[in-house]
């Protein structure tokens, strides 16, 4: 099973791109095109306290954890984040509406959670930095 091994960093990469794409987007939108005011009055809307708070922490929290995934930079600490930001979705949105996503339900919240871990317990894969930077201290330690 040696070509598993060697497709093993570029489909890891190839993950992080695309689950770094999603949030990316989600969070771009919380400030472009719905803006800060409106997702704060959607928050309102469904409940999530500090609502004024937590839009643009929520925002920025996507946004550059989107970014961190796909340039593979602290991954463990990005991924952590986002997935208290999905929970935070699932209490908040989705879990009222069961499981099917045409439903609104917490399906693809879930596949994305899923996604995030698998990525902060396999490591960044190919270009990743979080591996450059390990090997840099390796290098400079010896």
């Known amino acids: 099973m040696l070509w598993l091994e060697r ?11 695309g689950v770094g794409v999603i949030f990316v987007v989600h969070g771009w939108q919380k400030f472009a095109t719905m ?4 997702t704060t009055a959607f928050f309102e809307q469904v409940d ?3 609502p004024g708070l937590a839009a643009p922490v929520v925002a920025v ?13 602290a991954l463990p600490i990005a991924a952590i984040l986002l997935i208290l930001d999905m929970l935070g979705a699932i ?17 693809f ?17 190919a270009l990743a ?5 390990q090997r840099r201290r390796t290098v400079s330690a010896s």
């Open 7 to 17: 497709a093993r960093p570029i489909a890891l990469l190839l993950a992080r791109i």
């Open 35 to 38: 803006g800060l005011s409106g």
């Open 48 to 50: 999530v306290p500090l």
């Open 61 to 73: 929290v996507e946004l550059v954890g989107g970014i961190a995934l796909i340039l593979g930079a």
């Open 91 to 107: 209490v908040f949105v989705h879990a009222g509406k069961g499981f099917d996503v045409a439903s609104g339900g917490y399906e």
């Open 109 to 125: 919240v879930l596949a994305l959670i899923a996604a995030l871990l698998a990525i902060a317990f396999s490591g960044g894969g």
């Open 129 to 133: 930095l979080d591996d450059l930077w």
